[in-house]
Protein backbone atom coordinates (compact mmCIF):
# COMPACT_ATOMS: atom_id res chain seq x y z
CA UNK A 1 0.00 0.00 0.00
CA UNK A 2 1.52 3.66 -0.90
CA UNK A 3 2.05 5.84 1.64
CA UNK A 4 -1.01 8.62 0.04
CA UNK A 5 -3.38 5.80 0.97
CA UNK A 6 -2.33 5.00 3.76
CA UNK A 7 -2.69 8.36 4.77
CA UNK A 8 -5.95 8.38 3.06
CA UNK A 9 -6.73 5.58 4.98
CA UNK A 10 -6.38 7.04 8.35
CA UNK A 11 -7.95 10.23 8.00
CA UNK A 12 -11.24 8.53 6.62
CA UNK A 13 -11.08 6.38 9.96
CA UNK A 14 -11.01 9.54 12.18
CA UNK A 15 -14.37 10.42 12.98
CA UNK A 16 -15.15 14.08 12.06
CA UNK A 17 -15.45 16.71 13.76
CA UNK A 18 -19.33 16.69 13.48
CA UNK A 19 -19.32 13.02 13.84
CA UNK A 20 -17.38 13.58 16.90
CA UNK A 21 -19.82 16.08 18.56
CA UNK A 22 -23.14 14.01 18.19
CA UNK A 23 -22.63 11.46 20.68
CA UNK A 24 -21.90 14.50 23.27
CA UNK A 25 -25.13 16.35 22.46
CA UNK A 26 -27.34 13.32 22.62
CA UNK A 27 -25.96 12.57 26.35
CA UNK A 28 -27.21 15.97 27.67
CA UNK A 29 -30.19 15.63 25.58
CA UNK A 30 -30.77 12.00 27.20
CA UNK A 31 -30.19 13.60 30.44
CA UNK A 32 -31.62 16.89 30.86
CA UNK A 33 -29.89 16.47 35.09
CA UNK A 34 -26.81 16.35 33.06
CA UNK A 35 -26.88 19.16 31.42
CA UNK A 36 -27.83 21.25 34.75
CA UNK A 37 -24.76 19.56 36.77
CA UNK A 38 -22.39 20.63 33.61
CA UNK A 39 -24.09 24.02 33.70
CA UNK A 40 -23.41 24.54 37.74
CA UNK A 41 -20.68 22.91 37.54
CA UNK A 42 -19.38 25.87 35.04
CA UNK A 43 -21.02 28.57 36.86
CA UNK A 44 -19.26 27.95 40.21
CA UNK A 45 -15.66 27.51 38.11
CA UNK A 46 -16.77 31.30 36.87
CA UNK A 47 -17.77 32.18 40.42
CA UNK A 48 -14.21 31.71 41.91
CA UNK A 49 -11.48 34.04 41.90
CA UNK A 50 -7.41 33.65 42.76
CA UNK A 51 -6.42 36.52 44.82
CA UNK A 52 -3.11 37.08 46.43
CA UNK A 53 -2.37 38.32 49.77
CA UNK A 54 1.08 40.07 50.23
CA UNK A 55 2.76 42.54 52.11
CA UNK A 56 6.03 43.44 54.74
CA UNK A 57 5.90 40.56 57.65
CA UNK A 58 3.77 41.98 60.73
CA UNK A 59 1.18 44.00 58.45
CA UNK A 60 -1.53 41.65 59.26
CA UNK A 61 -2.53 39.58 56.04
CA UNK A 62 -2.97 36.51 58.23
CA UNK A 63 -5.10 38.40 60.86
CA UNK A 64 -7.22 39.56 58.12
CA UNK A 65 -7.80 36.32 56.73
CA UNK A 66 -8.56 34.59 59.93
CA UNK A 67 -11.19 37.43 60.93
CA UNK A 68 -12.91 37.35 58.02
CA UNK A 69 -13.35 33.78 58.24
CA UNK A 70 -14.76 34.23 61.58
CA UNK A 71 -11.83 32.52 62.87
CA UNK A 72 -10.31 32.94 66.71
CA UNK A 73 -7.24 35.75 65.90
CA UNK A 74 -6.22 35.51 69.34
CA UNK A 75 -2.93 33.44 68.33
CA UNK A 76 -1.26 34.33 65.47
CA UNK A 77 1.82 33.25 64.66
CA UNK A 78 4.21 34.71 61.77
CA UNK A 79 3.25 32.91 58.15
CA UNK A 80 6.29 31.39 57.48
CA UNK A 81 5.51 29.44 54.00
CA UNK A 82 2.14 30.28 52.77
CA UNK A 83 -1.48 30.24 53.70
CA UNK A 84 -3.75 29.14 51.56
CA UNK A 85 -7.50 29.97 52.01
CA UNK A 86 -10.80 29.54 50.76
CA UNK A 87 -13.17 31.89 51.67
CA UNK A 88 -16.89 32.38 50.66
CA UNK A 89 -17.69 35.82 49.89
CA UNK A 90 -21.38 36.27 48.37
CA UNK A 91 -21.44 34.04 45.59
CA UNK A 92 -17.52 34.32 44.99
CA UNK A 93 -15.10 31.50 46.23
CA UNK A 94 -12.39 33.07 46.77
CA UNK A 95 -8.91 30.92 47.03
CA UNK A 96 -6.83 33.87 48.72
CA UNK A 97 -2.97 32.64 48.75
CA UNK A 98 -1.27 34.44 52.36
CA UNK A 99 2.30 34.47 51.19
CA UNK A 100 4.73 35.77 53.96
CA UNK A 101 6.65 38.47 54.27
CA UNK A 102 9.65 38.19 55.35
CA UNK A 103 12.49 39.42 53.48
CA UNK A 104 14.31 35.94 52.33
CA UNK A 105 11.11 34.88 51.04
CA UNK A 106 9.80 38.14 49.18
CA UNK A 107 11.48 35.91 46.31
CA UNK A 108 9.19 33.27 46.22
CA UNK A 109 6.08 35.94 46.05
CA UNK A 110 6.60 35.72 42.20
CA UNK A 111 5.80 31.30 42.27
CA UNK A 112 2.13 32.72 43.20
CA UNK A 113 1.36 35.30 41.07
CA UNK A 114 0.08 32.99 38.10
CA UNK A 115 -3.82 33.01 37.13
CA UNK A 116 -4.00 36.05 39.86
CA UNK A 117 -7.06 37.92 38.97
CA UNK A 118 -6.76 40.37 42.31
CA UNK A 119 -3.50 41.07 44.25
CA UNK A 120 -3.95 42.64 48.11
CA UNK A 121 -1.34 44.42 49.30
CA UNK A 122 -1.47 44.81 53.05
CA UNK A 123 0.08 47.68 54.94
CA UNK A 124 0.53 48.01 58.64
CA UNK A 125 -0.32 51.89 59.13
CA UNK A 126 1.28 52.11 62.25
CA UNK A 127 4.27 51.43 61.00
CA UNK A 128 5.77 54.99 59.29
CA UNK A 129 9.40 53.51 59.90
CA UNK A 130 9.25 50.92 57.27
CA UNK A 131 7.22 52.97 54.70
CA UNK A 132 9.30 53.52 52.13
CA UNK A 133 10.75 50.07 52.59
CA UNK A 134 6.98 48.72 52.14
CA UNK A 135 6.81 51.00 49.01
CA UNK A 136 9.85 49.58 47.26
CA UNK A 137 8.70 46.17 47.70
CA UNK A 138 5.22 46.89 46.35
CA UNK A 139 6.73 48.59 43.05
CA UNK A 140 8.55 45.31 42.80
CA UNK A 141 5.26 43.50 42.78
CA UNK A 142 3.46 45.40 40.62
CA UNK A 143 6.53 45.59 37.77
CA UNK A 144 5.53 41.88 37.61
CA UNK A 145 3.97 41.03 34.03
CA UNK A 146 2.15 38.13 35.17
CA UNK A 147 0.18 40.14 37.57
CA UNK A 148 -0.22 43.72 35.14
CA UNK A 149 -4.00 42.74 34.74
CA UNK A 150 -4.91 42.03 38.71
CA UNK A 151 -6.88 44.53 40.26
CA UNK A 152 -5.06 45.92 43.36
CA UNK A 153 -6.76 46.47 46.83
CA UNK A 154 -4.88 48.24 49.33
CA UNK A 155 -4.95 47.50 53.08
CA UNK A 156 -3.97 50.30 55.28
CA UNK A 157 -4.57 47.83 57.61
CA UNK A 158 -4.03 48.53 61.96
CA UNK A 159 -6.43 51.23 61.62
CA UNK A 160 -7.23 50.78 65.73
CA UNK A 161 -3.26 51.95 66.48
CA UNK A 162 -3.08 55.63 67.76
CA UNK A 163 -0.71 57.52 65.41
CA UNK A 164 -1.38 55.46 62.20
CA UNK A 165 -0.76 57.04 58.98
CA UNK A 166 -3.84 58.49 57.29
CA UNK A 167 -5.03 56.61 54.11
CA UNK A 168 -4.34 59.22 52.04
CA UNK A 169 -0.91 59.73 53.13
CA UNK A 170 -0.36 56.06 52.60
CA UNK A 171 -1.17 56.48 49.34
CA UNK A 172 1.00 59.35 48.40
CA UNK A 173 3.93 57.30 49.69
CA UNK A 174 3.37 54.13 47.79
CA UNK A 175 2.58 55.97 44.55
CA UNK A 176 -0.72 54.68 43.92
CA UNK A 177 -2.14 57.74 41.87
CA UNK A 178 0.84 57.38 39.71
CA UNK A 179 -0.19 54.01 38.72
CA UNK A 180 -1.20 54.38 34.67
CA UNK A 181 -3.28 51.30 33.46
CA UNK A 182 -4.31 49.84 36.67
CA UNK A 183 -7.24 48.99 38.87
CA UNK A 184 -6.20 50.31 42.50
CA UNK A 185 -8.62 51.52 45.63
CA UNK A 186 -7.04 51.49 49.40
CA UNK A 187 -8.99 51.64 51.86
CA UNK A 188 -8.35 51.85 55.69
CA UNK A 189 -9.02 48.93 58.31
CA UNK A 190 -8.17 47.20 61.60
CA UNK A 191 -8.23 43.22 61.03
CA UNK A 192 -8.63 43.37 64.92
CA UNK A 193 -11.96 45.54 64.73
CA UNK A 194 -13.35 43.96 61.82
CA UNK A 195 -13.52 47.88 60.26
CA UNK A 196 -13.10 48.31 56.39
CA UNK A 197 -12.34 44.56 55.82
CA UNK A 198 -15.86 44.05 53.88
CA UNK A 199 -15.52 47.07 52.29
CA UNK A 200 -12.31 46.15 50.49
CA UNK A 201 -13.33 42.52 49.99
CA UNK A 202 -16.55 44.26 48.12
CA UNK A 203 -14.58 46.20 45.63
CA UNK A 204 -12.19 43.93 44.74
CA UNK A 205 -14.74 41.33 44.30
CA UNK A 206 -16.35 43.70 41.84
CA UNK A 207 -13.35 44.86 40.01
CA UNK A 208 -12.80 41.21 39.31
CA UNK A 209 -15.84 39.97 38.68
CA UNK A 210 -16.55 43.19 35.90
CA UNK A 211 -13.58 42.72 34.34
CA UNK A 212 -13.62 38.96 34.38
CA UNK A 213 -16.85 37.87 33.26
CA UNK A 214 -18.80 40.93 31.95
CA UNK A 215 -16.24 41.54 29.28
CA UNK A 216 -15.09 38.27 28.39
P1 LIG B 1 1.36 38.91 58.79
O1 LIG B 1 2.80 38.63 59.06
O2 LIG B 1 1.20 39.98 57.77
O3 LIG B 1 0.55 37.68 58.47
O4 LIG B 1 0.77 39.57 60.14
P2 LIG B 1 -0.10 38.88 61.27
O5 LIG B 1 -1.49 38.67 60.81
O6 LIG B 1 0.67 37.70 61.77
O7 LIG B 1 -0.14 40.05 62.36
C1 LIG B 1 1.04 40.54 62.98
C2 LIG B 1 0.68 41.13 64.33
O8 LIG B 1 -0.13 42.30 64.15
C3 LIG B 1 -0.14 40.19 65.22
O9 LIG B 1 0.33 40.36 66.55
C4 LIG B 1 -1.57 40.68 65.08
O10 LIG B 1 -2.32 40.43 66.23
C5 LIG B 1 -1.34 42.19 64.88
N1 LIG B 1 -2.41 42.80 64.08
C6 LIG B 1 -2.85 42.42 62.86
N2 LIG B 1 -3.80 43.24 62.42
C7 LIG B 1 -3.98 44.17 63.37
C8 LIG B 1 -4.84 45.32 63.50
O11 LIG B 1 -5.64 45.67 62.63
N3 LIG B 1 -4.71 46.04 64.63
C9 LIG B 1 -3.83 45.74 65.62
N4 LIG B 1 -3.81 46.51 66.71
N5 LIG B 1 -3.02 44.67 65.54
C10 LIG B 1 -3.08 43.90 64.43
Redesign the pocket.
Known amino acids: MGLLSIIKKVRDARPSPRRRARPFVRSFVDSPSELARARSQVKAKERELRVLMV ?13 VNGES ?1 DE ?4 LGF ?1 IKTMTYGDYSLNVW ?1 V ?3 KTLRAYWRNYYEATDGLIW ?1 V ?1 S ?1 DSRRMRDCAEALASVLEEEKLAGASVLVFA ?5 RGAMDVDAIADVLGLKRLVNRHWHIVG ?5 GEGLLDGFDWLVNDCAERIYMLA
Not at 189 to 193: D, E, G, I
Request: with cysteine; glycine share 12%.
Open positions: GLDNAGKTTIVKRIISPTNDGGQVDANKRDICSAVT
